[in-house]
């Protein structure tokens, strides 16, 4: 039985936001765990490493020792669920210790990919080789089967020259006939060759045909997959140098990273969020933490053969309760620990952890995210602490972290220090969509209500989940035109959108500039909204990047979708410009 990998899956959130997956399963272990990430490469990499590990594991349990002591008897099964419940339950108890006995710094290696190309080389089909079919014996008048057979009175008359002449005659019919045949079979014989020959001729042409064609692809395969397997590899090593040259994109991208490849139970959902202030050094990290409902809580299984059934044995309340407030403030710790543990070049001074859980409010009957718990970390500080012989919950205070007296009530905390939204570019902004109905052409609106209505249009969109949008100073330059602040601690963050109100076809030129602004804004994802459309080689581009193109058609949806009315006329918009 060997580990079973979904394809890899491009998942949107509600925001638009690009990210990738790809799902694992082992039967055997009762394993299951979704490996997720922004990189689609690393992801298949490391969904490779995860199942590898399984695979080797699984190998071990099946030998001959193992299936003879864990298969047979209902009370043996019993007995490996409850091993396996206590091996959960201490390791989730000592979560904090697991981390200090691995390094935790990126080995840029093992992101790469050395394999060689696994698809075998096709092979020729193998056409019988042409043989002649040997020619029919030829017949001889002097065979036995052609003599006449005489009767001693016609041996006595052929003394005095009397011969049988119809004998004879018989035999010479006789010949002339098999001459005949054999001629027709000479004939029949040398067509049956040729036409053999001509088809096994062709048969080969063909399977060669087939070969060149089916190798010519194979090779071009092969060309394809070590090509993509050079650039990825370069890219690794680039990513390497921008990361030692402190670039902050890198330095957020070397951090999620490092928090991907912590392994913790599959339960936990290992999703955040990252936001590098370089001018401090100072990371935040927003956190999403399994909830009190998700924690483990298995503790024994018994087989009651009277009953012939399993029954279970779990934590008490209390017991659970305690526990989870124990893994959650490990948690915290193991991940500043981690972060700075990989830190090699000291980039980070100080770490902010906003741990975040997703539960169901009792009082409302609606799930609910929450910050439950945050603690920043300095460097120095924290490099001080001994993380082998410290109590959780007390070193998180002495920290001067901030939670509620239980974590398992949920209970909200302002986090110490949340994502930057302060931009002296900012400008007040004014609303434009009142003003609109079905006469409105945008293609020939001024710029800058285009820009304003842009911005009232995603407002919109965003309060919905408690976002808003800022209208950066009017340039014309096709800088930023509004940022967008998405709360949502996961999937949300600082958006940048760019509003071209363009009458000709948006080339990649554009796409590629809204690239480079999100990548030196740190943010989370570009969009950039047209009241015409994009080229395809723009689309093309965007894929797998957080890039989304928004078309006049598209904008004219979220108008409706709204409550606005407006039109798009390219032509009558060129023709105003033009008379201006």
Same mark, same amino acid.
């Given at each position: 039985?060997?580990?079973?990998?979904?394809?890899?899956?491009?998942?949107?959130?509600?925001?638009?936001?690009?990210?990738?997956?790809?799902?694992?399963?082992?039967?055997?272990?009762?394993?299951?765990?979704?490996?997720?990430?922004?990189?689609?490469?690393?992801?298949?990499? @490391?969904?490779?490493?995860?199942? +590898?590990?399984? =695979?080797?594991?699984?190998?071990? $349990?099946? /030998? &001959?020792?193992?299936?003879? #002591?864990?298969?047979?008897?209902?009370?043996d099964k019993a007995a490996g669920r409850t091993r396996e419940a206590q091996a959960l339950q201490e390791e989730l108890k000592n979560i904090l210790r697991?981390?200090?006995?691995?390094?935790?710094?990126?080995?840029?290696?093992?992101?790469?990919?050395?394999?060689?190309?696994?698809?075998?080389?096709?092979?020729?089909?193998?056409?019988?080789?042409?043989?002649?079919?040997?020619?029919?014996?030829?017949?001889?008048?002097?065979?036995?089967?052609?003599?006449?057979?005489?009767?001693?009175?016609?041996?006595?008359?052929?003394?005095?020259?009397?011969?049988?002449?119809?004998?004879?005659?018989?035999?010479?019919?006789?010949?002339?006939?098999?001459?005949? @045949?054999?001629?027709?079979?000479? +004939?029949?014989? =040398?067509?049956?060759?040729?036409? $053999?020959? /001509? &088809?096994?001729?062709?048969? #080969?042409?063909?399977?060669?045909?087939?070969?060149?064609?089916?190798?010519?692809?194979?090779?071009?395969?092969?060309?394809?997959?070590?090509?993509?397997?050079?650039?990825?590899?370069?890219?690794?090593?680039?990513?390497?140098?921008?990361?030692?040259?402190?670039?902050?994109?890198?330095?957020?991208?070397?951090?999620?990273?490092?928090?991907?490849?912590?392994?913790?139970?599959?339960?936990?959902?290992?999703?955040?969020?990252?936001?590098?202030?370089?001018?401090?050094?100072?990371?935040?990290?927003?956190?999403?933490?399994?909830?009190?409902?998700?924690?483990?809580?298995?503790t024994e299984v018994k087989y009651i053969a009277t009953r012939s059934e399993f029954t279970e044995k779990h934590l008490s309340e209390s017991q659970k309760?305690?526990?989870? =407030?124990?893994?959650?403030?490990?948690?915290?710790?193991?991940?500043?620990?981690?972060?700075?543990?990989?830190?090699?070049?000291?980039?980070?001074?100080?770490?902010?952890?906003?741990?975040?859980?997703?539960?169901?409010?009792?009082?409302?009957?609606?799930?609910?995210?929450?910050?439950?718990?945050?603690?920043?970390?300095?460097?120095?500080?924290?490099?001080?602490?001994?993380?082998?012989?410290?109590?959780?919950?007390?070193?998180?205070?002495?920290?001067?972290?901030?939670?509620?007296?239980?974590?398992?009530?949920?209970?909200?905390?302002?986090?110490?220090?949340?994502?930057?939204?302060?931009?002296?570019?900012?400008?007040?902004?004014?609303?434009?969509?009142?003003?609109?109905?079905?006469?409105?052409?945008?293609?020939?609106?001024?710029?800058?209500?285009?820009?304003?209505?842009?911005?009232?249009?995603?407002?919109?969109?965003?309060?919905?989940?408690?976002?808003?949008?800022?209208?950066?100073?009017?340039?014309?330059?096709?800088?930023?035109?509004?940022?967008?602040?998405?709360?949502?601690?996961?999937?949300?963050?600082?958006?940048?959108?760019?509003?071209?109100?363009?009458?000709?076809?948006v080339g990649v030129s554009a796409v590629r500039d809204l690239y480079g602004t999100v990548m030196n804004e740190g943010a989370t994802k570009g969009i950039?909204?047209?009241?015409?459309?994009?080229?395809?080689?723009?689309?093309?581009?965007?894929?797998?990047?957080?890039?989304?193109?928004?078309?006049?058609?598209?904008?004219?949806?979220?108008?409706?979708?709204?409550?606005?009315?407006?039109?798009?006329?390219?032509?009558?918009?060129?023709?105003?410009?033009?008379?201006?």
């Amino acid at each position: 039985m060997r580990t079973t990998k979904s394809s890899l899956r491009t998942v949107y959130s509600l925001r638009g936001i690009p990210s990738f997956q790809i799902e694992l399963e082992h039967e055997g272990l009762h394993k299951h765990r979704i490996i997720k990430g922004s990189d689609p490469y690393l992801v298949e990499r @490391k969904a490779i490493l995860q199942a +590898t590990s399984w =695979d080797e594991i699984w190998a071990k $349990r099946a /030998s &001959a020792d193992w299936q003879r #002591a864990s298969q047979g008897a209902a009370k043996d099964k019993a007995a490996g669920r409850t091993r396996e419940a206590q091996a959960l339950q201490e390791e989730l108890k000592n979560i904090l210790r697991h981390t200090l006995e691995v390094d935790d710094a990126i080995d840029w290696n093992l992101l790469k990919n050395y394999e060689a190309y696994q698809v075998p080389a096709p092979v020729k089909r193998t056409v019988t080789p042409f043989v002649a079919i040997p020619a029919p014996t030829k017949p001889d008048r002097n065979h036995q089967k052609y003599k006449v057979q005489m009767s001693g009175w016609e041996n006595f008359l052929s003394i005095f020259g009397i011969q049988p002449v119809k004998k004879i005659a018989a035999m010479d019919a006789l010949f002339d006939a098999d001459m005949l @045949k054999w001629k027709q079979a000479v +004939t029949d014989n =040398d067509r049956f060759n040729r036409e $053999r020959q /001509s &088809a096994l001729k062709a048969e #080969a042409e063909s399977a060669q045909k087939v070969f060149d064609v089916s190798i010519q692809r194979w090779h071009n395969e092969k060309e394809k997959y070590l090509t993509e397997q050079q650039l990825r590899n370069e890219e690794i090593d680039r990513q390497k140098e921008a990361y030692f040259a402190k670039e902050p994109n890198a330095v957020k991208k070397y951090c999620e990273l490092v928090l991907s490849n912590s392994l913790y139970p599959e339960m936990f959902p290992q999703e955040f969020e990252l936001n590098f202030q370089s001018e401090g050094g100072v990371l935040i990290v927003d956190y999403m933490l399994l909830s009190l409902d998700d924690l483990p809580t298995l503790t024994e299984v018994k087989y009651i053969a009277t009953r012939s059934e399993f029954t279970e044995k779990h934590l008490s309340e209390s017991q659970k309760t305690k526990l989870y =407030d124990e893994v959650i403030y490990q948690i915290a710790l193991r991940t500043i620990h981690e972060l700075y543990e990989s830190d090699t070049i000291e980039v980070l001074s100080s770490i902010v952890f906003n741990g975040y859980v997703t539960a169901l409010n009792r009082a409302t009957g609606h799930h609910e995210t929450n910050c439950i718990l945050s603690l920043q970390a300095a460097r120095s500080e924290f490099l001080a602490i001994n993380l082998h012989a410290i109590e959780p919950k007390t070193c998180f205070k002495q920290l001067k972290g901030v939670a509620a007296s239980k974590l398992s009530t949920m209970t909200a905390v302002p986090p110490l220090v949340r994502f930057n939204k302060e931009d002296n570019r900012f400008v007040d902004s004014y609303n434009v969509a009142a003003a609109l109905d079905e006469g409105v052409n945008l293609a020939a609106m001024g710029w800058e209500d285009f820009e304003h209505l842009i911005r009232e249009l995603f407002e919109k969109e965003f309060s919905v989940s408690g976002g808003e949008v800022k209208v950066t100073q009017a340039s014309r330059d096709g800088g930023v035109d509004a940022i967008a602040f998405d709360p949502d601690p996961i999937r949300g963050g600082k958006i940048v959108i760019q509003a071209k109100r363009y009458t000709n076809t948006v080339g990649v030129s554009a796409v590629r500039d809204l690239y480079g602004t999100v990548m030196n804004e740190g943010a989370t994802k570009g969009i950039l909204v047209t009241t015409s459309d994009y080229g395809p080689d723009a689309y093309e581009f965007t894929k797998n990047k957080p890039l989304t193109l928004i078309n006049g058609g598209n904008l004219l949806f979220l108008l409706q979708k709204h409550g606005h009315k407006a039109k798009i006329d390219l032509k009558q918009a060129k023709e105003f410009f033009k008379g201006q």
